[in-house]
């Protein structure tokens, strides 16, 4: 990896990271359920879902998805706070609601990819 490059990873990730920080900080629920992580894995699949039909159509130099993908939406997104989450969530609110929290991070993220997909092919067929 030449030095270039690792300093788009690493600024992506700080990033990622200082965004994900600044919106988990404060909790936010909606009834029992915290949103918090489920925000940023949600946003941050759109993003990388938006980005892959980007890099793809424009060619673009892997130093842009060391940026983005890796750099950035790699820190900003969280499959270990999920996990800790998931757990705590089970150990005092039972399985129902540690159940609900898995389906949404898991459903939403991955309608969030195709929603972001869905939108960079719809913003390049009115570009090209």
Do not use: H, W
């Amino acid at each position: 990896m030449k030095g270039v490059e690792f300093a788009l990873l690493a600024i992506g990730a700080i990033a990622g990271a200082y965004l994900r920080y600044r919106i988990v900080e404060s909790p936010v629920t909606i009834g029992n359920l915290p949103i918090n992580v489920l925000i940023v894995n949600v946003l941050g699949s759109f993003i990388l879902g938006l980005f892959s039909v980007m890099s793809t159509t424009f060619n673009l130099d892997q130093k842009y998805t060391l940026f983005v993908a890796v750099g950035f939406c790699g820190s900003f997104t969280t499959m270990s706070s999920f996990e800790l989450e998931t757990v705590n969530l089970m150990d005092t609110q039972g399985l129902g609601i540690a159940a609900l929290e898995i389906a949404a991070n898991v459903g939403l993220s991955f309608i969030a990819v195709v929603a972001g997909r869905l939108l960079g092919y719809a913003i390049l067929e009115m570009v090209l």
